[in-house]
Every structure is written in structure tokens, then in C-alpha cells.
């Protein structure tokens, strides 16, 4: 079983960045392809990043590409997501996903809020 769990949300005007963390338990973190999802207030969850076990292959929906950037440490079982140009649009809560095939993890989420 592997737990994560998300940091660094927050209240943030628009222009301004900020690093989302999520840190998993376990030691097979470096098997597992990582993503960024997010979900605002009366929408479903939607797709924001993704990355390769290896960090090499990265992944952006059109929205965010060019002001956001996923990472990871594999020696920290931590992967990251550095959000810079904040838009009020990117108010949500933001959930980290670890997955392999018949491996599906979720974080508890974090608030990000951008006021305009």
C-alpha cells in the first residue's frame, strides 16, 4: 500500500507561483508514473501533468502548459509540480496520482487559490 500526501497549497494573487509537493511512502515510488489532477468547484476532475517513472517523458494539459513544470526525486519518493502565473482559473484542489498497471494512489489533495 502507498500513501501520499500533498503540501504546498495556499492563497496566492494572480502572476504569482507556487510548488506542490507530494511525498509517498513505501519504497517502490520510482516504479510509479506521477501526475497532477485537479478539480474545481462543481467540475470534475481533470488531468493538469504527468511524468515517467524515470522523470524523462513529461506530460501537460493545454491549460497549463508553459507555466507549470512536474518533477520528481526518486531519492525522495517526492514528485513536485512548480506553478508559476497563477490564474484565477487555476483555483482547485489539486490531487497527487501515483499509478502502474493495477496500481491506482491518491493524495488527500491540496487548495490552491488564485484571487484575481
Known amino acids: 500500500q502507498v500513501q501520499l500526501v500533498e503540501s504546498g497549497g495556499g492563497l496566492v494573487q494572480a502572476g504569482e507561483s507556487l510548488r506542490l509537493s507530494c511525498t509517498a511512502s513505501?519504497?517502490?515510488?520510482?516504479?510509479?508514473?506521477a501526475g497532477w489532477f485537479r478539480q474545481a468547484p462543481g467540475k470534475g476532475r481533470e488531468f493538469v501533468a504527468s511524468?515517467?517513472?524515470?522523470?524523462?517523458?513529461?506530460s501537460y494539459a493545454d491549460s497549463v502548459k508553459g507555466r507549470f513544470t512536474i518533477s520528481r526525486d526518486n531519492a525522495k519518493d517526492t514528485a513536485y509540480l512548480q506553478m508559476n502565473n497563477l490564474k484565477p482559473e487555476d483555483t482547485a484542489v489539486y490531487y497527487c496520482?501515483?499509478?502502474?498497471?493495477?496500481?491506482?494512489?491518491w493524495g488527500q489533495g491540496t487548495q490552491v487559490t488564485v484571487s484575481s
Open positions: 511524468t515517467s517513472p524515470s522523470g524523462r517523458i513529461t
Open positions: 513505501g519504497r517502490t515510488f520510482r516504479s510509479y508514473v
Open positions: 496520482r501515483l499509478g502502474r498497471p493495477g496500481y491506482d494512489y
